[in-house]
């Protein structure tokens, strides 16, 4: 079955620096959300989004942002990248905004340096 | 803070044992899912309990519920070393709110 696809996996961008970073959801999933897990850290949310419209904010920076497009996928956007953003980010999709199993894509590796 | 706090942070088990992880978490929720996580990979879902529910089965896995104490528990039976990792529950809360909360994680150890 088709999981969430995350994009790139790696990434090393340096300070000051901006970064994308894509995700595919399941086929029919219309919710999305972000996370940012820090090394030896747990996942913390970011922002989410149901049906292309965001529906919730969690410790996001200002300099991130976000959006979910037409065809579901999203994409983090992050700018004047700090040495504090490297991190794993996980992207996680759904069929609906609540019940349904969340499933996480293999995350992306951002390292600032 | 996290909805979801885990206890014990850290457990470590010989392999056979069985290892019980807990969850404790804040507001009212529709359901609470737990997850794998082995080091800097992806979370994987392993089972999810509604609030309806209170105890659930997979394989060597059994997750309880008690929404009136609002707490959780993973127990794996028959350990093994693939097991070592790290294990979270997340909340859907019914707060009005879409944010899927995770807790402290539980890095588990087994040791073959």
């Known amino acids: 079955a088709a999981g969430v696809i995350q994009s790139p996996r790696h990434l090393i961008k340096e300070k000051r620096e901006t970064a994308t970073l894509k995700c595919y959801p399941i086929?029919?999933?219309?919710?999305v959300y972000w996370y940012q897990q820090g090394p030896g850290q747990d996942p913390q949310f970011l922002i989410s989004f149901y049906e292309k419209m965001q529906s919730d904010k969690g410790s996001i920076p200002d300099r991130f942002s976000a959006q979910q497009f037409s065809d579901y996928h999203s994409e983090l956007n992050m700018s004047s990248l700090e040495l504090g953003d490297s991190a794993l980010y996980f992207c996680?999709?759904?069929?609906?905004?609540?019940?349904?199993?969340?499933?996480f894509g293999e995350g992306s590796w951002l390292t600032v340096v | 803070s996290q909805q979801g706090e885990e206890d014990p942070q850290a457990l470590s088990i010989q392999e056979g044992e069985n290892a019980t992880m807990n969850c404790s978490y804040k507001t009212s929720i529709n359901n609470l899912q737990w997850y794998r996580q082995n080091s800097g990979r992806g979370l994987v879902h392993l089972i999810l309990?509604?609030?309806?529910?209170r105890e659930k089965h997979s394989g060597r896995l059994r997750v309880t519920l008690d929404t009136s104490k609002k707490s959780s528990s993973l127990l794996i039976t028959a350990s093994r070393a693939a097991d070592t990792a790290s294990y979270f529950c997340a909340t859907d809360t019914t707060s009005g709110t879409y944010k899927y909360i995770f807790g402290t994680g539980t890095r588990l150890k087994v040791l073959a």
């Open positions: 309990i509604r609030s309806n529910e």
């Open positions: 996680a999709s759904r069929l609906g905004q609540g019940g349904n199993t969340i499933y």
């Open positions: 086929p029919r999933h219309d919710t």
